[in-house]
């Protein structure tokens, strides 16, 4: 009995204690699920939209059934260019354009009324909106805090810097919005939970827009590309094509920023005209349409008539009109101009100039925008000792240039480049480099030489175009040449195929001027015309033997005289105008010798009589047949060599 009894009672002490060890362990479970619930709830919902911004955009954000009580949480900043954004909040019956007309129409009142347009504009917001926020964030971030007041729908609006003062912004944007989620405001971007803010498209789109362009394919060309502006995404493209002369038949192909067709009409060029549609899904950059001149077999040629629209479905019937709004994207204009400070050396047997001379460019890449956040600055400046920068900031793409008639090494003295917070750039630089010239010495010494200076664009013209930067380019009074009497300059742009054999652009800055001809004068010109006059003295001596001395010693001092500017020559081809007075002097001074005696062996051989006779006549056509060759030399070097 007891030996059972103490058996049966051993048995249910472990039951008890498994359903002890149970329940405790279903309440532990319990209390874990309460505490993610409430920290879930206390998370809250987090919601991380991003899109691009460009300047009078207008993004709508619909939030349904907001619920008393609840806390929104909004942060707005830009992550390109130089977005300085602007959001705030407002009731769902309140139209898209309602607010901007209130807006402008405040500001327009302010500034009738002599009042700070700042200030009105402030309290127009005051007005409109619930809440709104411009610089509330980190740096020029926008974020605000809401408790809603009541149930209902509520819009967000999301724009760039409301402000009539300011510069327009544009850039891609990160928007978190956040119910019951604190943490948003200090930087988290992390979605949880269910979407409960929707992109309102039809009122966020951007107005139609629409650009008609004019061409030709030639032959020998295959193609022609038409990069786009950046659009948005839920943006539509559209784009027509039709033949207006020739037996062009085009196809159309819409290319995306990896240049891979996303669209194509016309593919087998059996029609005049073509057709595409696509609509941009979330990437608006790179887009580009093609036109090519089907097939590639044998290729067609002639005028074409292009449409492209952004959100402009008239498009496709070939109807529609040009917008004041640009789709297609222009090659940028730089402005460009040179400062000729010194010409060290003017090299005329190698035909080069060494000179020191300013260069300066100015152009707007919208691409180079940025946010005065990242620097704390509204300008970056790079040097030759941060250049490196300076090309990845512009990842390589800026109006790099070459000098076309460089010779030898171009050494940079100073080098400075400067982007702004709106995306325009300068750059500046000072050099000094040998600079080949086509010198023509046919005249010389009275000739007038063109010196230029070449500037000639790495990328082609799809990319950056020269035009003349007003002001800028000009020659040193203190130029410290002392040869050429250095005229005006001039500056002309041209196009040019490179050896890459696409257009590219050239910028020429070209002066000359005739050379001093004091030097000349004084150095060779009177030494040759006393040569000469001496030798016209002699006519005037009966003694034959003595002017052959005469004539011969002056024949020898032309000849040391010759060598003597020898080494001032140019070395040419070809004859100029001073070899050919030397020539002729030679030449006149051999003939005197020679002529001299001759009269002196007709004298030795009884012809006294005849050898005055002829020096008689000689006294006279000697100065008249110097200056027949005179004029005959000024003819051909100064008349028919112009002409």
Not at 62 to 79: A, K, M
Not at 96 to 120: C, F, K, N, S, W
Request: hydrophobic share 45%; proline share 4%; with cysteine.
């Amino acid at each position: 009995m007891l030996r059972s009894m103490s058996g049966n009672s051993a048995n249910p002490l472990p039951v008890k204690a498994l359903h002890r060890v149970i329940s405790l362990l279903a309440f532990l479970v319990l209390l874990l699920l309460v505490g993610v619930g409430q920290a879930q709830e206390e998370e809250g919902q987090v919601q991380v939209e991003r899109g691009v911004i460009r300047p009078g955009d207008f993004y709508w954000y619909v939030l349904p059934d907001l619920q008393q009580g609840q806390t929104l949480s909004v942060s707005l900043r830009g992550t390109s260019g130089n977005l300085d954004p602007i959001m705030g909040l407002v009731d769902a019956d309140i139209k898209a354009g309602t607010i901007e007309e209130r807006y402008q129409g405040a500001i327009e009142e302010a500034v009738v009324d002599g009042r700070d347009p700042l200030i009105a504009a402030q309290e127009a917001l005051d007005d409109i909106m619930l809440v709104w926020d411009d610089d509330g964030g980190q740096g020029l971030a926008a974020a605000f805090s809401f408790a809603v007041p009541a149930n209902g729908d509520y819009r967000l609006v999301v724009t760039d810097a409301l402000t009539i003062l300011g510069q327009a912004t544009s850039g891609d944007y990160e928007l978190v919005v956040g119910l019951n989620a604190p943490q948003v405001l200090s930087g988290e971007n992390s979605a949880s939970g269910e979407q409960f803010a929707f992109l309102d498209r039809e009122a966020s789109a951007a107005g139609a827009a629409v650009e008609a362009i004019e061409g030709s394919i030639e032959g020998g060309e295959t193609q022609v590309i038409f990069n786009l502006q950046e659009v948005r995404p839920g943006d539509t493209i559209s784009a027509f094509v039709e033949t207006t002369a020739g037996d062009l038949r085009p196809t159309l192909t819409l290319l995306n920023y990896a240049d891979k067709p996303v669209a194509a009409a016309n593919v087998s060029g059996q029609a005049g005209s073509a057709s595409l549609e696509y609509t941009v899904d979330d990437r608006g950059r790179g887009f580009a349409v093609r036109i090519d001149g089907c097939c590639e077999d044998e290729g067609s040629s002639g005028d074409y008539r292009l449409l492209v629209g952004v959100n402009a479905p008239e498009v496709m019937s070939g109807q529609a009109e040009h917008s004041d709004e640009g789709i297609i994207k222009e090659p940028i204009p730089v402005a460009i101009g040179v400062k000729m400070q010194q010409i060290i050396e003017v090299d005329e047997q190698n035909e080069f100039f060494n000179a020191a001379a300013s260069l300066q460019m100015e152009w707007e890449d919208p691409d180079l925008a940025f946010s005065p956040d990242e620097c704390d600055c509204t300008f970056k400046t790079f040097t030759e000792q941060n250049f490196g920068e300076f090309i990845a900031e512009t990842g390589g793409l800026w109006p790099d240039f070459t000098l076309f008639n460089q010779q030898g090494n171009r050494w940079t003295q100073n080098r400075v480049a400067v982007i702004w917070q709106d995306g325009r750039a300068l750059y500046f630089e000072r050099f000094t480099t040998n600079l080949q010239v086509d010198f023509d010495f046919r005249q010389y010494p009275f000739d007038t030489e063109e010196f230029i200076i070449r500037i000639d664009s790495i990328f082609p013209e799809e990319f950056y175009y020269f035009t003349d930067l007003e002001g800028y380019s000009e020659i040193s009074a203190e130029h410290g040449e002392d040869e050429f009497q250095i005229g005006e300059f001039e500056t002309a742009i041209s196009s040019e195929q490179a050896s890459t054999r696409m257009e590219t652009s050239r910028f020429t800055f070209s002066f000359g001027g005739p050379r001093h001809i004091n030097y000349y004068l004084l150095q060779v010109f009177v030494p040759v015309l006393l040569i000469l006059g001496v030798l016209w003295v002699t006519f005037f001596l009966r003694d034959y033997a003595m002017r052959i001395e005469v004539a011969s010693a002056n024949l020898l001092v032309f000849i040391a005289f010759s060598f003597s500017l020898a080494d001032n020559y140019p070395r040419l081809g070809y004859v100029t105008f001073l070899d050919a007075v030397m020539v002729l002097t030679f030449v006149i001074s051999a003939l005197v010798v020679v002529y001299n005696v001759y009269l002196r062996r007709l004298e030795i051989n009884g012809q006294g009589e005849l050898a005055n006779s002829i020096d008689n006549v000689f006294d006279w056509i000697y100065p008249i047949s110097i200056v027949v060759a005179a004029v005959t030399l000024y003819v051909i070097f100064f008349v028919l060599s112009v002409e």
